[in-house]
């Protein structure tokens, strides 16, 4: 057996010396080791049919270099110098950690200087600036790292000298500060770079210096564009984006599709915040799947009633016969089969919350006993006489649009004033789309703990495939897939296009990969496979579709031309394609009626080409 070197891992990498690289060492070779520059611009892909940029699972966009000029020279203008270099020096931080954390969570096996050197590819990928290094030493196991790398074509200089020509300072600062977010983000401590030369300041290129915080000395001036105050200590990762709403509450399970980062997504949390203190009803609206069950679960949770109970009927679930005595409860006798007296989802919800699914399927005498009941606080038993005082805080959802349901008179018009004092809308999964790589790890982490699996992650064309995915079933769609996904993968494995849909799901979304030229392709989803035809016979196939017969020259006639064509004209390589020597193809090109001619046209552009060849 042929023995393979060993990958090595950054944490194996730890316990090992560290790489080391000197001033006159040959390039680190990007092709040899994980991530490769195909690796890395495998994870930039654009969806231009929803607006959308992705470096895996990051938004980004493309912006002109000019218009970055401007917005800089109206810092400078506007702040002044310092205050302008630390916001760029900040934004550029928060690059460099984020692309650290890509790096970090996409290859963890990544051999230490590839890892290190994904940085530099990614900022050049980015269209920002190239990155050679000069010499560097990194020691995960001590903390220790020192890199020099000469930047050139930086972004910054370019707009800086053109606004301001050269000057006495260097300008090269968002690339500083991405050099410094994503060193720190990968060594987990502090490690600050300083640009020592500049193209801003007449150097004929830019050179940056990384030293860990402590070697560096006074180190307050890095720190104050750094802005220490919520810099990550040392030891510590770099921010990531959390699941927001509330404290406390994550853990539970009913929080579970409570995640999210997108600003539509923070606009519902920030309503339910709102609400939740008070008595209010509220309405949930939204597609089914987008999860509004939870939100109103969520809402009871963090509202003053939340040691109360929590009572959940789906209207839409309960047949129409039985709803009244289901919400309102039933007196003994009061119809056929009503053996016992028993109360209703209302009574039961005293002093708590009531929630109402899919409340537009109610008949309009329901609705017209919820009406009372939301008016007066006052409900009644189905074939009961007297009325019972109940205190609840009615939360309703519905998919449906009820103001055309009232046009329609299925709806009654006061009952939907009364449910719409506080409607939160909650937006479709496909149009909060930041939130899909948040929602893909975590029901990964959720049902590979809950099925007892072990899921190293997602395969890059089942990222690029949930990122550009309609989702009509929103964000229950993607939970089911991603539980099926996590069942069906290999032990160890990832999850790949095949664990997550049926073949018939493999939809035309349009997305946009980046080709080794640089140039934008289709083709994230590899094409589905042809439904393998029932093998025709060889005589079949070629059979002449009038006679049904074949001419066994014109295909000998037809085969060699191709080779021919294919060759190029060399009728080495075309004898080679066909299984015959040379003489042979020779031999036959002559003797074949017809082909004389395509022979002659081909072989003196050959013969043309070989002399061109051979001077
Ligand atoms: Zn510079």
């Known amino acids: 057996m042929k023995a393979t070197p060993p990958r090595i891992s950054l944490a194996e990498a730890a ?47 493309l912006m002109h270099t ?36 890509l790096v970090r969570e996409r290859w963890p096996d990544a051999e230490l200087v590839a890892a290190f050197m994904a940085g530099t590819q990614l900022h050049a990928l980015e269209g ?35 606004a301001y020509g050269p000057g006495s300072e260097a300008a090269c600062w968002m690339q500083t500060g991405y050099a410094t977010g994503y060193v720190t983000g990968m ?25 860990n915080a402590e070697a560096w000395g006074d180190i307050s001036e890095d720190l104050r564009f750094l802005h220490t105050h919520d810099f990550p200590g040392a030891g510590s990762a770099p921010a990531q984006p959390q699941a927001v709403l509330g404290s406390g509450v994550l853990a539970s399970e009913a929080s579970d599709q409570m995640v999210g980062v997108s600003s539509a997504f923070k606009a519902a949390c920030h309503m339910l915040h709102r ?22 679960s969520m809402l009871h949770r963090i509202s003053p009633r939340c040691n109360e109970a929590f009572v959940a009927v789906n209207c839409a679930a309960v047949p129409e016969t039985l709803i009244e005595a289901e919400l309102f409860g039933v ?35 329901s609705q017209g006993k919820l009406l009372r009941a939301l008016q007066q606080g006052e409900i009644e038993r189905v074939g009961g006489t007297s009325t019972l005082k109940v205190d609840v805080r009615v939360i309703a959802a519905t998919n449906v649009d009820l103001r055309a349901a009232v046009k329609a008179g299925q709806f009654r018009e006061d009952l939907l004033y009364r449910l719409d004092v506080y409607p939160i809308h909650l937006p479709p999964l496909r149009e909060r789309r930041e939130d899909i790589p948040l929602l893909m790890s975590h029901f990964l982490q959720h049902y590979a703990r809950l099925h007892g ?15 550009g995915y309609g989702f009509p079933g929103n964000i229950r769609e993607l939970q089911n897939m991603v539980e099926r996904g996590v069942i069906s993968a290999e032990d160890g494995g990832v999850i790949d296009l095949p664990h997550l849909l049926r073949r018939e799901q493999l939809g035309s979304d349009l997305l946009l990969g980046v080709s080794r030229q640089g140039a934008l392709k289709p083709g994230v989803l590899d094409p589905p496979e042809e439904p393998a035809a029932p093998a025709l016979p060889l005589l079949d196939r070629l059979a002449d ?11 000998e006639r037809e085969l060699i031309t191709q080779a021919v064509q294919r060759a190029q004209g060399n009728l080495s390589a075309a004898a080679r394609l066909l299984g015959i020597t040379r003489a042979k193809l020779a031999y036959r090109l002559a003797s074949l009626p017809g082909a004389a001619e395509g022979q002659a046209a081909a072989a003196p552009a050959a013969a043309g080409r070989r002399r061109q060849l051979s001077r």
């Open 187 to 211: 060594m987990g401590r502090l490690v600050i770079f300083r640009e020592v030369e500049c193209r801003s300041t007449g150097a004929s290129q830019c050179l940056v210096i990384g030293k």
């Open 15 to 61: 316990r090992r010396t560290g790489a080391l690289m000197r001033r006159g060492d040959p390039l680190p070779s990007a092709a040899a080791e994980q991530p490769r520059l195909e690796d890395i611009t495998e994870c930039l892909f654009f969806s231009p049919g929803d607006g959308r940029i992705w470096l895996n699972d990051q938004r980004m966009m």
């Open 453 to 467: 699996r072990k899921v190293a992650g997602y395969a890059p064309r089942a990222v690029k495939m949930l990122l």
């Open 128 to 162: 920002v600036v190239r990155v050679v290094p000069v010499e560097f030493e990194i020691d995960p196991e001590r903390g220790h790292y020192r890199g020099e790398f000469l930047m050139e074509h930086s972004v910054e200089d370019d707009e800086h000298i053109s």
């Open 275 to 296: 609400v939740a203190s008070t008595k209010a009803t509220v309405l949930f609206t939204g597609e089914s799947g987008v999860g509004k069950e939870m939100f109103a």
């Open 66 to 101: 000019r218009s970055f000029g401007s917005l800089r020279r109206e810092l400078i203008d506007a702040l002044g110098l310092d205050r302008a270099r630390g916001l760029l020096t900040r934004a550029g931080y928060e690059s460099g950690a984020r692309d650290a954390q």
């Open 545 to 555: 579709s009038a006679t049904g017969g074949v001419r066994l020259p014109d295909i």
């Open 331 to 365: 007196e003994r006798g009061a119809y056929t089969g009503a053996h016992v007296s028993r109360p209703g989802r209302f009574e039961r919800a005293d002093k708590g919350t009531l929630f109402l699914d899919e409340i537009g399927t109610l008949s309009l005498t």
